[in-house]
Structure formats: C-alpha cells, structure tokens
Nanobody
Framework: QVQLVESGGGLVQTGGSLRLSCTASGLTFNQYTMAWFRQPPGKDREFVAS????????YYADSVKGRFTISRDIAKNTVYLQMNNLKPEDAAVYYC?????????WGQGTQVTASS
C-alpha cells in the first residue's frame, strides 16, 4: 500500500531553519505531484509548496516565498521542504501530499514549533 512518511519536524527558534523530509513507498514517485501542506493550531489545513512531476515546476504560498524551498530526490523517493528564517506563524503540523489526476495520498504529519 501507499505510504508517505514525514520526518524532520521539531522545535526551532525564530529565525532558524529546519528541513522536512517525506519518503514515499508503494507508488511510482515520478508520476505524482508532491506537495506540502500545514495545519496551524485551530486553523484549516493550508497549501505551502508543490513540486510538479511533469516539468519540475515549483509553487509556493505567498507566506513562505523566499524562505521555503521544495525539492525532490527521485532516486530516494523523497521530497524535501527546506524552511529558513522560521517565524512563529510557521508553527503547524506539516503534511506531505502525493497527487495525480485520480488519486491522492497524505502522510501522517510532522510537528513544527517555532519559539520566539
């Protein structure tokens, strides 16, 4: 079955950096658009970044542009989210998403906490 396993979350000071990883299994990795979403406490899940499998294009939420970078390592079936200059409002559970036209999968999430 398909599994997406996130890792790399934790507590970081404001202005610090973290790199999240999401390793996929049970699917053909290069046929899926990979994305990161996040859910802050008490709020809805929101889009953070995506990496399009067809042409390698990347997209970012305005709130993270210039600070976060999404990348993909096909050999490792892994997508990364490099997060720099973290702010308190970046605190959330971060979820990995794999999608294509007719199916979509989610990871279990990893917690990121930014302390001031």
């Amino acid at each position: 079955q398909v599994q997406l396993v996130e890792s790399g979350g934790g507590l970081v000071q404001t202005g610090g950096s973290l790199r999240l990883s999401c390793t996929a299994s049970g699917l053909t990795f290069n046929q899926y658009t990979m994305a990161w979403f996040r859910q802050p406490p008490g709020k809805d899940r929101e889009f953070v970044a995506s990496h399009i499998h067809k042409d390698g294009s990347t997209y970012y939420a305005d709130s993270v542009k210039g600070r976060f970078t999404i990348s993909r390592d096909i050999a490792k079936n892994t997508v990364y989210l490099q997060m720099n200059n973290l702010k308190p409002e970046d605190a959330a559970v971060y979820y990995c998403d794999a999608s294509r036209t007719y199916d979509q999968y989610w990871g279990q999430g990893t917690q990121v906490t930014a302390s001031s």
